[in-house]
């Protein structure tokens, strides 16, 4: 082993597939600041620009949001199954770059944007909508191999079997986050302004020129990246066979005594470097897949899974479990650069004698509450924590998940309450146009967006961190998709809401809530609807939680099997009672803590 002396010990390699110096090994977080600079005001360039309604711009913005996060199924397939996470993120950041150019060509060239006059822009013709809407989905299909692949790269860079980094990685999607905020801040706050008062094309400009000086940042650093070997070539291939073979053997008696299952031995892990997972009562009916040939009198030629397989497909599962009740908290999220928006042009946005704040700069406060609270909760919040539980992370990620949705829906109800009042002065002072301001305060709009800044603080960062730590291993990029794609379910839910929600509330004549015109709207109705739902998904949520089972692996590593903390653990968890509240020492180790 002295030979190994100075290498990275979790098998990762470098570029050329050569075992990686640890001492050499680097990591470059870039901001993707882009794509924030187009979403929080992109409704507002819908509405003033290409003359969209409110519930046509909406539901846009929901849709290109709704694909930009769901396109990561795709890129991580392509990462996990052929090109590995760096391939696929350079060629997706190329198409992605693509995508910027084009949309700033569409919102500069001469012909390629709708002629104004006097701030008033004609209606954009059926070609310059065709070119902006290419561009955006451009976009999307870039975002599709860039967002599942960078966390999950930048995660690689930590070896799980150096405790010192096993310890930096706890908090790595924590400061991950901050990053990546730190560059939604700039943009939500600076360029949301450059696009309203200096150009549009100078406001996408500023992103597409800092998205290729991130990337050659990037680059340079590419001799001291760690890459993991993929050591399956099909990683959904485990998934369909297991699910396959269980029913094929639906009909046979599962042994009582796990240990009877079929496994390969540990000596088959260590040299592979594979890791074991343990067995768990979740989704028992899949045990069937492992029973062993010899156990039942059967003529069949199919071969057993192995427990870790079944283990891996059960995770799948357990963590769509978790997926399905996370898509109204997604919806929730989407208001902030629709609905929120609009209801915020309709306010009085003066700062000063002269300044005006545009509407969409006021999502700054979601990032500035995150970029505050996340050194508060990774410093204070953690290690006040890890004394009282003894878990590493400070709480459990599903205790992480339900105080975030919560604070989710102390925001939606203060936004429902905020919306009461706007629309009390609306009728006290005998407003009915929809380019009338409200003579209320903006910032009567801002508890919302910093409750909604904490909580993402909690279940946006504990989502990422939650599906790739509970992903099998070799679907790490897929895994993480589970956190994508629910945004962007989200997103494409919140887009049906809307259009639903207008056509039946607006049918036979009457007053729909999301109607053109916000100031004869009922914004509040719809804000109380939100509230009804997000109160029942977190019901929803703690049934899930209680029944979802953490992974237990052992490392490949000298032979063992669990350490006696995940050994506690594993034995505590079986049932899976008690998983969201509990802090009892021997509940709170999360199996290994990838």
């Given at each position: ?9 979790d ?9 990686a110096?640890?001492a050499?090994?680097g990591?470059?977080a ?5 794509f924030y600079?187009?979403a ?15 519930v ?5 913005v ?12 795709l890129?991580a ?27 700033t060509m569409?919102v500069?060239?001469k012909f ?5 006059e ?6 954009a013709s059926?070609t310059?909508?065709?070119?902006f809407y290419?561009s ?9 191999g860039?967002?599942?692949n960078i966390s ?7 070896d799980d ?23 939604a801040l ?8 450059i ?6 094309g100078?406001g996408y400009?500023i992103p ?8 050659i ?21 485990d998934?369909?066979r297991?699910?396959?073979?269980a ?9 009582s005594d796990s240990?009877?299952?079929?496994e ?8 592979t470097?594979?890791?074991?997972v343990?067995h768990?009562?979740m989704f028992?009916f ?9 156990n039942?009198?059967?003529t ?7 427990v870790?397989?079944v ?11 978790i997926?399905?009740?996370?898509l109204?908290p997604?919806?929730?999220?989407a ?12 306010l ?19 990032t ?10 990774d410093r204070?919040?953690v290690?006040?924590?890890?004394r ?10 599903l205790?992480?998940?339900?105080i ?8 939606i ?11 009390r ?10 380019g ?6 903006i ?6 967006y ?5 909580a993402d ?7 990422l ?5 509970q992903?099998?291993?070799?679907m790490q ?14 997103n ?6 809307v ?5 039946v509330t607006g049918?036979n004549g ?5 109607g ?21 998904n ?11 089972v953490y ?9 063992g099997g669990?350490?006696n903390?995940e ?5 505590q968890?079986?049932g ?7 802090v009892?020492p ?7 803590q990838?």
């Amino acid at each position: 082993m002295d030979d190994a002396k100075g290498y990275t010990q979790d098998g990762t390699v470098d570029l050329h597939g050569q075992p990686a110096l640890a001492a050499k090994t680097g990591y470059e977080a870039f901001e993707r600041m882009a794509f924030y600079g187009i979403a929080s005001n992109l409704v507002v360039y819908l509405t003033t620009q290409l003359h969209e309604d409110t519930v046509s711009s909406v539901r846009n913005v929901n849709n290109w949001s709704g694909s930009v996060w769901i396109t990561p199924i795709l890129g991580a397939y392509i990462a996990d199954s052929y090109l590995g996470r760096f391939w696929t993120f350079t060629i997706s950041s190329l198409i992605y770059v693509i995508g910027m150019v084009l949309l700033t060509m569409a919102v500069s060239i001469k012909f390629l944007k709708p002629t104004c006059e006097n701030g008033v822009c004609n209606k954009a013709s059926t070609t310059q909508i065709a070119f902006f809407y290419t561009s955006l989905y451009t976009i999307a299909m870039g975002a599709g191999g860039t967002k599942p692949n960078i966390s999950t790269f930048g995660a690689d860079q930590f070896d799980d079997f150096n405790p010192d980094e096993k310890k930096l990685k706890a908090s790595f999607f924590n400061w991950w986050m901050f990053s990546a905020f730190t560059g939604a801040l700039f943009a939500t706050l600076g360029l949301v302004y450059i696009q309203e008062n200096l150009g549009w094309g100078l406001g996408y400009g500023i992103p597409t020129v800092g998205i290729i000086f991130s990337l050659i940042i990037f680059y340079v650093g590419t001799p001291t990246y760690r890459h993991k070997v993929r050591r399956a070539t099909r990683p959904a291939g485990d998934f369909l066979r297991v699910v396959s073979t269980a029913f094929a053997n639906a009909r046979l008696r599962v042994p009582s005594d796990s240990s009877e299952l079929y496994e390969l031995d540990q000596q088959y892990y260590v040299s592979t470097r594979k890791r074991r997972v343990h067995h768990s009562p979740m989704f028992r009916f899949l045990d069937t897949a492992a029973i062993k040939k010899d156990n039942v009198n059967s003529t069949t030629t199919r071969q057993p899974c192995t427990v870790t397989q079944v283990e891996g497909t059960k995770l799948v599962l357990g963590m769509a479990m978790i997926w399905v009740v996370t898509l109204i908290p997604s919806t929730i999220w989407a208001q902030i650069n629709t609905l929120f928006v609009k209801q915020g042009t309709t306010l009085d946005r003066r700062v000063g004698p002269t300044f005006q704040i545009p509407a969409a700069s006021l999502g700054g406060f979601v990032t500035l509450s995150m970029l505050i609270s996340v050194p508060m909760y990774d410093r204070y919040f953690v290690p006040f924590m890890q004394r009282r539980t003894q878990n590493p992370r400070g709480i459990t990620m599903l205790t992480r998940l339900g105080i975030g949705f919560l604070i989710q829906i102390l925001a939606i109800a203060i936004a429902y309450l905020v919306e009461v009042k706007r629309m009390r002065v609306i009728v006290a002072h005998g407003i009915t146009r929809g380019g009338e301001v409200v003579p209320m305060s903006i910032f009567n709009l801002l508890p919302q967006y910093v409750l909604l800044g904490v909580a993402d603080v909690f279940n946006a960062i504990g989502l990422l961190e939650f599906f790739y730590d509970q992903s099998p291993e070799d679907m790490q990029s897929l895994g993480t998709t589970f956190f994508t794609s629910g945004i962007g379910v989200g997103n494409f839910l919140n887009s049906f809401l809307v259009t639903v929600v207008d056509k039946v509330t607006g049918r036979n004549g009457g007053k729909s809530w999301i109607g053109k015109n916000v100031n004869d709207s009922h914004l509040d109705y719809y804000y109380g609807f939100l509230l009804l739902l997000s109160a029942v998904n977190l019901g929803a949520f703690l049934l899930a939680s209680r029944k979802y089972v953490y992974k237990v692996e052992s490392a490949a590593e000298g032979g063992g099997g669990c350490n006696n903390k995940e050994a506690a653990a594993g034995a505590q968890l079986e049932g899976g009672k008690g998983l969201l509240l509990d802090v009892v020492p021997t509940a709170a180790p999360l199996g290994l803590q990838v």
